[in-house]
């Protein structure tokens, strides 16, 4: 092993090669710990005690408290992570649906009433309220 460590070092392109890779894997190991945590925080069966206990595991052990985490729970934390995505979709989409129908929906009703208003402050004539009031209505 020892051979290979002093390889890495005696090209500086394998040891930055190395050091690139440990970034990355200890990146990896720190999103994969918040996942967990996160993901403790979010189960509804889990008690609270229970989830108390699995976040001093994973706080004070964390490399075996995540490991013995997703061994144990990791499918359950699976179905939580795609339940929450699609109840993020399903409000996303009930609030598109609430936006564009309160912004480009007005009444009958309530286009006349403006070309009413209209037609009493003279903006317009009583022909141009007629044809309007006809474009409206049919």
Not at 39 to 65: C, E, H, N, S
Not at 101 to 119: F, H, N, V, Y
Request: charged content about 25%; glycine content about 8%.
């Amino acid at each position: 092993m020892s051979a290979y460590v002093n390889l890495a070092y005696d090209y500086p392109v394998l040891g930055a090669f190395w050091t690139i890779l440990w970034i990355f894997l200890w990146v990896l190991w720190v999103m994969l710990l918040f996942r967990v945590i996160g993901d403790i925080f979010r189960d509804d069966q889990l008690g609270g005690w229970g989830k108390a206990a699995w976040l001093l595991f994973t706080v004070f052990l964390p490399f075996l408290g995540v490991f013995v985490y997703v061994l144990a729970r990791g499918r359950e934390m699976g179905d939580r992570e795609i339940r929450h995505a699609q109840a993020q979709r399903r409000a996303f989409d009930e609030y598109v649906r609430e936006a564009a129908a309160g912004s480009g929906s007005t009444s009958a009703a309530d286009e006349l009433a403006k070309l009413s208003d209209l037609r009493a402050k003279g903006d317009i004539s009583d022909l141009e309220f007629q044809r309007a009031k006809e474009k409206i209505l049919h």
